[in-house]
């Protein structure tokens, strides 16, 4: 069974910086692509970023002030956040896919609030 551990969520004042962390509970190289979603209070689950062999992808809303990362030997993705703003506020998933069998894999999610 596949495990993604989310860490690194908090209370931050806008403008601010927060690094999440997902550790993986097997190698990254078992996964096609690993990202990050969010969701904030009555609104759907969105795509902040996500990472693949053939590059990064981000929402439109992000782009420019997150940056993801993967660090295969600790089996770890990151996101970098930068200049947060209050819109940020979200519980933070990590997301991994594994086409080979077809699985959806995600994490228990990482509370971030950005305060005006």
């Known amino acids: 069974q596949v495990q993604l551990v989310e860490s690194g969520g908090g209370l931050v004042q806008a403008g601010g910086s927060l690094r999440l962390s997902c550790a993986a509970s097997r190698n990254l190289f078992s996964f096609n692509i690993m990202g990050w979603y969010r969701q904030a209070p009555g609104k759907q689950r969105d795509l902040v970023a996500v990472?693949?062999?053939?590059?990064?992808k981000y929402a439109g809303s992000v782009e420019g002030r997150f940056t993801i990362s993967r660090d295969n030997a600790k089996n770890t993705v990151y996101l970098q956040m930068n200049g947060l703003k209050p819109e940020d506020t979200a519980v933070y998933y990590c997301?991994?896919?594994?086409?080979?069998?077809?699985?959806?894999?995600w994490g228990q999610g990482t509370q971030v609030t950005v305060s005006s």
């Open positions: 990472i693949a062999d053939g590059g990064t």
């Open positions: 997301y991994a896919n594994q086409f080979s069998v077809a699985a959806d894999y």
